[in-house]
Each structure stands twice: as structure tokens, then as C-alpha cells.
Nanobody, 115 residues
Framework: QVQVVESGGGLVQDGGFLRLSCAASGYIGGISAVGWYRQAPDKQRELVARITGGGSIDYADSVKGRFTISRANAWKTVYLQMNSLKPDDTAVYYC?????????WGQGTQVTVSS
């Protein structure tokens, strides 16, 4: 059984930083992309950052220059380094693995940035 677990969220002040981690366990098949998404209250879930199997990286315009996505452990561990955090970054952050066996999501980790 596949499990995806995020960690590293928390409360931080405006301008602070956090590092999110995500680990997948179990057989998830061939990975086409891994990424971080977020959902703020009363808003739709949106892409924050993603690495494709070909190695290309995409960031939401709102986080470019502040967030960095990286991977390790044969693609089964994903990180999101978040610097210069703003109150608008407050959301539940979700990790996603898009694979040949389907889409796998974690349970989410709360990030709260106070002004």
C-alpha cells in the first residue's frame, strides 16, 4: 500500500522560512512528476512547484525566487524550501506523486505565516 507523508509545516513570521518534506513508501510505479500544491481557505488547490520526469521544474509565479523544490532517494522524497514567506503563503500544502499507477496525495501540512 502506498503512503505519502508530508512534514515540516508550522507557524512562522512574515519573512521567515520553512522546509517541507514529503516521503512516499510502497510501490508507486514509474514517476512522471512530483510536486507541491497548496490550498488556502475558500480557494482552489493550486500548483506551487513541480519536477517532471524529464527534469524540468515549474513554479507558480507567486513563489518564483522564494521557493525551491528538490528531490532525493530515487524520486521518493521531495522537499520544498520556502524562504521570504508572506501571509499570502498561508495554506495547507500537499505533496503529489503522478505515476503510472495513479496519482498519490499526502494528507497535507499546514503552513501559517503571521504578519
Amino acid at each position: 500500500q502506498v503512503q505519502v507523508v508530508e512534514s515540516g509545516g508550522g507557524l512562522v513570521q512574515d519573512g521567515g522560512f520553512l522546509r517541507l518534506s514529503c516521503a512516499a513508501s510502497g510501490y508507486i510505479g514509474g514517476i512522471s512528476a512530483v510536486g507541491w500544491y497548496r490550498q488556502a481557505p475558500d480557494k482552489q488547490r493550486e500548483l506551487v512547484a513541480r519536477i517532471t520526469g524529464g527534469g524540468s521544474i515549474d513554479y507558480a509565479d507567486s513563489v518564483k525566487g522564494r521557493f525551491t523544490i528538490s528531490r532525493a532517494n530515487a524520486w521518493k522524497t521531495v522537499y520544498l524550501q520556502m524562504n521570504s514567506l508572506k501571509p499570502d503563503d498561508t495554506a495547507v500544502y500537499y505533496c503529489n506523486f503522478a505515476t503510472t499507477r495513479g496519482n498519490y496525495w499526502g494528507q497535507g501540512t499546514q503552513v501559517t505565516v503571521s504578519s
